[in-house]
C-alpha cells in the first residue's frame, strides 16, 4: 500500500478556522439581534422619549402666550439667573480641582494616594440631601461656625454662598473623573522629555499635557455643568426655598408643580430639557472628535 505524500492533502489552516470561529463566537442570530434591539428602543421610549415629549406638549398645552408668561415673570427669572450663577461659579471652581488633581494622581505618586481617589469618589456614594445638611450642622445658625458668621453679618446657609457650596460638592468628583483615567494611560513620558529639553512646569502643561486632555476635559465640563445645573436634593436643603431669592431652577419647578401651576412648571423643566439636550448634542460631538482624532493617531503610527 503506496504511501500517500502529505503534500497532496489538502491542509486545514488555522488562520482560515480562526475567523470563522470568531465569527461565529460574536455572531447572534438575526432573531436576538432584533429582540435586543426592540427591547433597547421599547426601554428608550418608554422612559425618555415619552416623559420628553410630555414636557413639551405640556409647556405649550395653553399656548404661547403663558409658555412666555411662565419662564419671563419674575421668580422664574430670579430661579435661571441662580441656577447660572450657581453653575458659572461651580464649574469653574471644579475645573480647576479636576486638573489638578488628575496631574496629581497620574503624574506622582505619593502617601495618601489612594485616599484621595476615595476621598474624589465621595459625592458619587453620599446622598445629595445627605450633604447639604452637613452645610447646614457646619454654617447654620445653630452650626460650628454658625455664630461667628452671625457675630460678622455673614449669610451661607439660605443664601447664594451655600447653593454654590452645596453645588461644588456633588458636581467636582466628573472633570477629575474623566481625566485621571487619560492621564495615567498617557504616562509621564512626554513631560520628562519636555522637562530634559528645558521646558518650565507651566511650559508642560500648556504645549504637552492640556493637548492631550483637551477633550477629556471639555467632556468632563459639559458633564459637569449639566449636573450642576439639574441639581435638586443638596440644593433644597440648604437655599431654604425663598423664592425669588434662593430657588434655583428645579427648586422653581417643585413649587410651581405643589401650587397646581401645571404650565408653569411644565415650561420651565423645558428650559431644562432644552439644556439636557444642548448637553447631549455637545457631548456627542465631543465623542466623535475624539474618535476622529484616534484615527488620526492611528494612521500616523
Given at each position: 500500500?503506496?504511501?500517500?505524500?502529505?503534500?497532496?492533502?489538502?491542509?486545514?489552516?488555522?488562520?482560515?478556522?480562526?475567523?470563522?470561529?470568531?465569527?461565529?463566537?460574536?455572531?447572534e442570530p438575526t432573531w436576538v439581534k432584533w429582540?435586543?434591539?426592540?427591547?433597547?428602543?421599547?426601554?428608550?421610549?418608554?422612559?425618555?422619549?415619552?416623559?420628553?415629549?410630555?414636557?413639551?406638549?405640556?409647556?405649550?398645552?395653553?399656548?404661547?402666550?403663558?409658555?412666555?408668561?411662565?419662564?419671563?415673570?419674575?421668580?422664574?427669572?430670579?430661579?435661571?439667573?441662580?441656577?447660572?450663577i450657581a453653575a458659572g461659579i461651580s464649574v469653574?471652581?471644579?475645573?480647576?480641582?479636576?486638573?489638578?488633581?488628575?496631574?496629581?494622581?497620574?503624574?506622582?505618586?505619593?502617601?495618601?494616594?489612594?485616599?484621595?481617589?476615595?476621598?474624589?469618589?465621595?459625592?458619587?456614594?453620599v446622598s445629595p440631601v445627605i450633604s447639604g445638611?452637613?452645610?447646614?450642622?457646619?454654617?447654620?445658625?445653630?452650626?460650628?461656625?454658625?455664630?461667628?458668621?452671625?457675630?460678622?453679618?455673614?449669610?451661607?446657609?439660605?443664601?447664594?454662598?451655600?447653593?454654590?457650596?452645596?453645588?461644588?460638592?456633588?458636581?467636582?468628583?466628573?472633570?477629575?473623573?474623566?481625566?485621571?483615567?487619560?492621564?495615567?494611560?498617557?504616562?509621564?513620558?512626554?513631560?520628562?522629555?519636555?522637562?530634559?529639553?528645558?521646558?518650565?512646569?507651566?511650559?508642560?502643561?500648556?504645549?504637552?499635557?492640556?493637548?492631550?486632555?483637551?477633550?477629556?476635559?471639555?467632556?468632563?465640563?459639559?458633564?459637569?455643568?449639566?449636573?450642576?445645573?439639574?441639581?435638586?436634593?443638596?440644593?433644597?436643603?440648604?437655599?431654604?426655598?425663598?423664592?425669588?431669592?434662593?430657588?434655583?431652577?428645579?427648586?422653581?419647578?417643585?413649587?410651581?408643580?405643589?401650587?397646581?401651576?401645571?404650565?408653569?412648571?411644565?415650561?420651565?423643566?423645558?428650559?431644562?430639557?432644552?439644556?439636557?439636550?444642548?448637553?447631549?448634542?455637545?457631548?456627542?460631538?465631543?465623542?466623535?472628535?475624539?474618535?476622529?482624532?484616534?484615527?488620526?493617531?492611528?494612521?500616523?503610527?
Amino acid at each position: 500500500m503506496s504511501a500517500i505524500p502529505v503534500s497532496s492533502v489538502p491542509a486545514r489552516s488555522s488562520a482560515g478556522v480562526a475567523p470563522r470561529r470568531i465569527a461565529d463566537a460574536t455572531t447572534e442570530p438575526t432573531w436576538v439581534k432584533w429582540t435586543l434591539i426592540g427591547v433597547a428602543l421599547a426601554f428608550l421610549t418608554l422612559f425618555l422619549f415619552v416623559p420628553l415629549a410630555v414636557v413639551f406638549a405640556e409647556a405649550f398645552k395653553k399656548g404661547v402666550d403663558v409658555y412666555l408668561a411662565a419662564i419671563t415673570e419674575p421668580d422664574a427669572l430670579s430661579a435661571i439667573k441662580l441656577t447660572l450663577i450657581a453653575a458659572g461659579i461651580s464649574v469653574p471652581l471644579n475645573l480647576a480641582f479636576g486638573i489638578a488633581a488628575a496631574w496629581c494622581i497620574a503624574k506622582f505618586d505619593f502617601r495618601g494616594k489612594n485616599l484621595l481617589l476615595t476621598l474624589i469618589d465621595l459625592p458619587f456614594s453620599v446622598s445629595p440631601v445627605i450633604s447639604g445638611l452637613i452645610y447646614v450642622l457646619v454654617f447654620g445658625l445653630q452650626g460650628w461656625f454658625g455664630g461667628w458668621l452671625r457675630d460678622h453679618d455673614l449669610k451661607v446657609i439660605f443664601a447664594v454662598p451655600g447653593i454654590v457650596m452645596a453645588t461644588v460638592f456633588v458636581t467636582f468628583p466628573f472633570i477629575a473623573r474623566e481625566l485621571i483615567p487619560l492621564m495615567q494611560a498617557q504616562g509621564t513620558e512626554q513631560e520628562e522629555a519636555a522637562r530634559v529639553l528645558g521646558a518650565n512646569g507651566w511650559q508642560i502643561f500648556r504645549r504637552v499635557t492640556l493637548p492631550n486632555i483637551k477633550w477629556a476635559l471639555l467632556y468632563g465640563v459639559i458633564l459637569c455643568n449639566a449636573r450642576a445645573m439639574g441639581e435638586f436634593g443638596a440644593v433644597s436643603v440648604v437655599s431654604g426655598h425663598v423664592r425669588g431669592t434662593t430657588n434655583t431652577m428645579p427648586l422653581h419647578i417643585e413649587i410651581l408643580y405643589n401650587e397646581y401651576q401645571f404650565a408653569a412648571s411644565f415650561a420651565v423643566a423645558s428650559l431644562l430639557a432644552s439644556l439636557a439636550l444642548v448637553t447631549l448634542v455637545l457631548k456627542y460631538i465631543v465623542e466623535q472628535r475624539v474618535k476622529k482624532d484616534l484615527k488620526v493617531q492611528e494612521r500616523s503610527e
